[in-house]
Nanobody, 118 residues
Framework: QVQLVESGGGLVQPGGSLRLSCAAS????????MYWVRQAPGKGLIWVST????????????SVKGRFTISRGNARNTVYLTVYLQMNTLKPEDTAIYYC???????WGQGTQVTVSS
């Protein structure tokens, strides 16, 4: 059974940091591209970041480049394998539900809420 479970969201002041995690199971994690996608209130899904299966390279939307860092663990013999999104210098416009996504297969998690407000 495929599962993606996000965590780490919350309320943070502008300029603060959060680290999101997405725990994966039920598929060959080390063979999948992993994505972070967000949805602001009343808006559509927006791509945030991607990491390749080996974890060697990340790609970022212009709006988060230089502030967010994607990473992943591909350790063997672990039940849950994880992709992370380190978010620094957060802005109110980063407020959204953040989802992780795995491809191929187009698997999605349930999302975690990030609210940036003073």
């Amino acid at each position: 059974q495929v599962q993606l479970v996000e965590s780490g969201g919350g309320l943070v002041q502008p300029g603060g940091s959060l680290r999101l995690s997405c725990a994966a199971s039920g598929f060959t994690f080390s063979s999948h591209w992993m994505y972070w996608v967000r949805q602001a209130p009343g808006k559509g899904l927006i791509w945030v970041s991607t990491i390749d299966p080996a974890g060697g390279r990340g790609w970022y939307a212009d709006s988060v480049k230089g502030r967010f860092t994607i990473s992943r663990g591909n350790a063997r013999n672990t039940v849950y394998l994880t992709v992370y999104l380190q978010m620094n210098t957060l802005k109110p416009e980063d407020t959204a539900i953040y989802y992780c996504n795995a491809r191929p297969g187009d698997y999605w998690g349930q999302g975690t809420q990030v609210t940036v407000s003073s």
